[in-house]
């Protein structure tokens, strides 16, 4: 402790201030000017300071650990001081311990247990029920997502791509991503595991990608809960189990990073955001500045960023309370409570809770669904400080005829999509339907890719639908191959779960005349072709 202490106070001299002050006193000239015309020199500097930053905010994390072993060689001193007492035996010991002190009897602080006692009936409350994770810890950035069942459409696994995709690889080494899912069915729970690991087996296996589940006794018997601010049952059921999850996944994640982010499962993140949050933590803390939360969106609980040794206050908390409020009400209780002083007016509240929370100038995340997991709670909140979001990736394509008996969606026509225009949105596809791209003349193709959804419209992809070409060859082709149909078309692919379809067509099918896709399942849900993208083999 007293080491860390030391340290801390070693490292308040800026670093830059430093140098300027030295080089001030020989020439004039102002510190700004000199960093402006120094600009490699600053970027050392301020990789320096980040650095000490970073350092110091792993001071941090290893004192409460320090501090989490204390408390628990005191519980276990105490322990073993009642039994050698009762038992008078082993004197040595009991001086050891005791260290001869003091006789005064301790008093006993309230723990968790005093407001969750039904945690108490079974031994495992607080044990995993199910955990799929390589132990990764020592990251600087841990992100917790936790997701349920939905009624409708999830959207875990279209978020867990577009974070990976938003990370780079520098990023990914850095970070842990823990997705509690938070139901008691354990079948569903190891399905959603499966599935991660499958759609995310890299992933998976380096130990970015975690997955955990609370026993069914962590949660109380939630008919008993009391109907609080006047909110029906199934609501106060709904606000109080997800206290109680956010209070576990803090909790497991506590030590496991230096910062921890909120996230949900049906959000999408700007390209390297990892980094930008980083920095502005280590910014802050090499400031000196004096915070608790770092805002990166706007919505609810998502993208609020904490030091891990934050977390305890945030977990004691959320259990106190988690039948009284909704989770966002309680971090703005928290925080008041903190700050406010109950003489004060609510000016002075609203600036001492700003500078506890600081707000970053853009928004790093972004809703998708539209559909919350509160069943009938449509969820349509964007935050509009995000920034435009691209709905459709243009390209040029070799010239075509196409046309699908699917109807379009306004002017989202397959035509204009086709030529970059706009992104093909069609209205609920069923078996059989084909896509047709007819090439204006045969041609030999390099690769193509399909991408069906948009981050709008994530469900609206294709589903059970093959890719098709039609080659110089295909009537002489094996009528008893499989991948032959009826009318003569090749099948060469399909649509995968993320609503792409992408390949390369060997030369030796041919010059290409057309290609098409078949729907071979009705869809629910209307589909997107954001992206086409066709290239001509060229070459003779
Ligand atoms: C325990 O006793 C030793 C030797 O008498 C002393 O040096 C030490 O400070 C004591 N520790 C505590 C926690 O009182
Ligand atoms: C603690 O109590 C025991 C017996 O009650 C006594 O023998 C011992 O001297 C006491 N120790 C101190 C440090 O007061
Ligand atoms: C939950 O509480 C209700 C009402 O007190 C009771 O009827 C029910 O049996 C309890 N359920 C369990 C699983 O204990
Ligand atoms: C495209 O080709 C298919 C057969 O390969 C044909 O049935 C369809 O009518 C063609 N569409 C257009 C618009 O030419
Ligand atoms: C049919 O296509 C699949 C994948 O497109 C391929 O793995 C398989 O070998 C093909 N079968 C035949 C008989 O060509
Ligand atoms: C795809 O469609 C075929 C034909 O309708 C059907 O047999 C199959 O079960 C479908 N597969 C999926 C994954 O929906």
Same mark, same amino acid.
């Given at each position: 402790?007293?080491?860390?202490?030391?340290?801390?106070?070693?490292?308040?001299?800026? %670093?830059?201030?430093?140098?300027?002050?030295?080089?001030?006193?020989?020439?004039?000239?102002?510190?700004? @000017?000199?960093?402006?015309?120094?600009? %490699?020199?600053?970027?050392?500097?301020?990789?320096?300071?980040?650095?000490?930053?970073?350092?110091?905010?792993?001071?941090?994390?290893?004192?409460?650990?320090? !501090?989490? &072993?204390?408390?628990?060689?005191?519980?276990?001193?105490?322990?073993?001081?009642?039994?050698?007492?009762?038992?008078?035996?082993?004197?040595?010991?009991?001086?050891?311990?005791?260290?001869?002190?003091?006789?005064?009897?301790?008093?006993?602080?309230?723990?968790?247990?005093?407001?969750?006692?039904?945690?108490?009936?079974?031994?495992?409350?607080?044990?995993?029920?199910?955990?799929?994770?390589?132990?990764?810890?020592?990251?600087?950035?841990?992100? /917790?997502?936790?997701?349920?069942?939905?009624?409708?459409?999830?959207?875990?696994?279209?978020?867990?791509?577009?974070?990976?995709?938003?990370?780079?690889?520098?990023?990914?080494?850095?970070?842990? @991503?823990?997705?509690?899912?938070?139901? &008691?069915?354990?079948?569903?729970?190891?399905?959603?595991?499966?599935?991660?690991?499958?759609?995310?087996?890299?992933?998976?296996?380096?130990?970015?990608?975690?997955?955990?589940?609370?026993?069914?006794?962590?949660?109380?018997?939630?008919?008993?809960?009391?109907?609080?601010? /006047?909110?029906?049952?199934?609501? !106060?059921?709904?606000?109080?189990?997800?206290?109680?999850?956010?209070?576990?996944?803090?909790?497991?994640?506590?030590?496991? /990073? &230096?910062?921890?982010?909120?996230?949900?499962?049906?959000?999408?993140?700007?390209?390297?955001?990892?980094?930008?949050?980083?920095?502005?933590?280590?910014?802050?803390?090499?400031?000196?500045?004096?915070?608790?939360?770092?805002?990166?969106?706007?919505? /609810?609980?998502?993208?609020?960023?904490?030091?891990?040794?934050?977390?305890?206050?945030?977990?004691?908390?959320?259990?106190?309370?988690?039948?009284?409020?909704?989770?966002?009400?309680?971090?703005?209780?928290?925080?008041?409570?903190?700050?406010?002083?109950?003489?004060?007016?609510?000016?002075?509240?609203?600036?001492?809770?700003?500078?506890?929370?600081?707000?970053?100038?853009?928004?790093?995340?972004?809703?998708?669904?539209?559909?919350?997991?509160?069943?009938?709670?449509?969820?349509?909140?964007?935050?509009?400080?995000?920034?435009?979001?691209?709905?459709?990736?243009?390209?040029?394509?070799?010239?075509?005829?196409?046309?699908?008996?699917?109807? %379009?969606?306004?002017?989202?026509?397959?035509?204009?999509?086709?030529?970059?225009?706009?992104?093909?949105?069609?209205?609920?596809?069923?078996?059989?339907?084909?896509?047709?791209?007819?090439?204006?003349? %045969?041609?030999?193709?390099?690769?193509?890719?399909?991408?069906?959804?948009?981050?709008?419209?994530?469900?609206?992809?294709?589903?059970?639908?093959?890719?098709?070409?039609?080659?110089?060859?295909?009537?002489?082709?094996?009528?008893?191959?499989?991948? @032959?149909?009826?009318?003569?078309?090749?099948? @060469?692919?399909?649509?995968?779960?993320?609503?792409?379809?992408?390949?390369?067509?060997?030369?030796?099918?041919?010059?290409?005349?057309?290609?098409?896709?078949?729907?071979?399942?009705?869809?629910?849900?209307?589909?997107?072709?954001?992206?086409?993208?066709?290239?001509?083999?060229?070459?003779?």
């Amino acid at each position: 402790m007293m080491k860390g202490k030391m340290l801390s106070h070693i490292v308040t001299i800026s %670093p830059i201030k430093k140098k300027c002050l030295i080089i001030l006193m020989v020439v004039v000239v102002p510190c700004s @000017i000199l960093n402006f015309l120094s600009t %490699p020199d600053l970027r050392d500097e301020t990789a320096l300071q980040n650095g000490i930053a970073e350092l110091q905010a792993k001071l941090e994390n290893l004192q409460a650990k320090y !501090v989490n &072993t204390q408390e628990e060689l005191n519980l276990l001193s105490h322990q073993l001081l009642t039994f050698t007492e009762n038992a008078h035996i082993l004197p040595d010991l009991q001086y050891l311990i005791n260290n001869g002190t003091s006789n005064i009897t301790s008093i006993k602080l309230p723990s968790i247990f005093t407001f969750l006692p039904y945690l108490l009936n079974d031994l495992n409350s607080l044990k995993p029920a199910f955990l799929q994770s390589k132990g990764k810890t020592g990251v600087s950035m841990v992100l /917790g997502i936790p997701t349920v069942k939905r009624q409708v459409q999830s959207y875990l696994l279209a978020t867990l791509k577009n974070l990976l995709d938003s990370m780079s690889s520098e990023e990914m080494a850095d970070t842990l @991503i823990i997705v509690v899912v938070a139901e &008691t069915d354990l079948d569903y729970v190891s399905y959603v595991a499966k599935q991660i690991e499958v759609h995310f087996p890299e992933e998976t296996e380096i130990g970015l990608v975690e997955v955990i589940s609370p026993s069914p006794s962590y949660y109380p018997n939630f008919t008993q809960l009391k109907n609080t601010l /006047g909110d029906d049952h199934q609501r !106060v059921k709904w606000r109080s189990k997800q206290n109680l999850d956010f209070a576990f996944i803090m909790s497991y994640a506590q030590t496991k /990073g &230096t910062f921890y982010v909120q996230l949900e499962d049906d959000i999408l993140a700007k390209k390297n955001f990892i980094t930008t949050m980083k920095l502005y933590a280590l910014e802050k803390i090499g400031l000196k500045e004096n915070w608790f939360i770092l805002d990166f969106c706007q919505l /609810g609980f998502i993208g609020k960023l904490f030091k891990s040794v934050d977390l305890p206050w945030l977990v004691q908390f959320f259990l106190m309370f988690y039948n009284a409020k909704p989770v966002d009400w309680l971090l703005d209780n928290l925080i008041t409570t903190k700050v406010c002083g109950i003489d004060k007016d609510n000016k002075h509240c609203k600036i001492a809770k700003a500078e506890l929370w600081r707000h970053y100038e853009h928004s790093l995340f972004q809703h998708i669904g539209t559909h919350s997991s509160l069943k009938g709670k449509v969820q349509k909140l964007k935050d509009k400080k995000f920034g435009k979001i691209i709905l459709h990736y243009p390209h040029e394509n070799p010239e075509a005829i196409v046309e699908s008996q699917i109807k %379009p969606y306004k002017r989202y026509t397959l035509d204009r999509a086709y030529r970059g225009e706009t992104f093909y949105w069609g209205l609920l596809p069923q078996s059989g339907d084909h896509l047709y791209f007819n090439f204006s003349r %045969p041609i030999y193709i390099k690769k193509y890719l399909f991408r069906s959804g948009n981050v709008e419209h994530p469900s609206d992809k294709f589903y059970n639908t093959t890719i098709e070409i039609m080659s110089e060859f295909s009537n002489n082709m094996d009528r008893n191959n499989n991948n @032959i149909t009826e009318d003569g078309y090749i099948v @060469i692919n399909k649509f995968d779960s993320f609503g792409i379809a992408q390949g390369r067509v060997d030369r030796s099918f041919g010059k290409i005349s057309g290609l098409r896709m078949t729907v071979h399942s009705d869809s629910d849900n209307w589909a997107i072709i954001s992206e086409i993208h066709i290239v001509e083999d060229e070459s003779r």
